[in-house]
């Protein structure tokens, strides 16, 4: 089992904390329908399935919302948080790849750069948590029963 250390605890919470307001912005506030249906036509599909659309990205990113949040938890230092934090925060890192590139040219057309900087934010920064807690793992194994230091 992975031990928290405290800069890494310190790392995960802040992350989880940016991660859980960006995402939550993207979903809420930069993610509507017009923007669904703006990203659909750059595509070239047709937007009829745009509602359907919007309301699974929706859903991935509530997900995401709850799963981020769990990252919080770390704060207290539990054990078992460790594979649950790094799945959701791998499975994040992939969102600039599942997300088809038209709503992000679509949030940019609507929203400039602005549009695309929470989804730049949660899914780059998502790609450096994993790194971290990769290598604070990997570390860990170097020092038995020592927490890995960063």
């Known amino acids: 089992m992975m031990l928290w250390t405290p800069k890494i605890r310190l790392v995960t919470v802040l992350c989880s904390i940016v ?29 009829a399935g745009a509602p359907a659309y919007l309301s699974a990205l929706r859903l991935v990113g509530n997900v995401f919302i709850v799963g981020n949040a769990l990252g919080l938890l770390v704060w207290f230092g539990w054990r078992r948080l460790f594979w649950p934090v790094l799945a959701v925060n791998v499975a994040q890192a992939f969102g600039v790849y599942v997300v088809p590139f038209e709503v992000h040219r679509a949030a940019i057309a609507e929203h400039g750069w602005p549009g695309v900087l929470p989804s730049l934010v949660t899914d780059g920064g998502a790609v450096i948590l994993s790194i971290v807690l990769i290598t604070a793992y990997v570390r860990s194994f170097r020092r038995k029963g020592d927490p890995a230091r960063l």
């Not at 995402?23 to 809420?28: E, G, I, K, M, R």
């Open 19 to 47: 991660f859980v307001l960006g995402t939550a912005v993207q979903n809420y506030l930069i993610i509507d329908l017009g923007l669904i249906e703006a990203s659909m036509r750059l595509k070239g599909a047709d937007t």
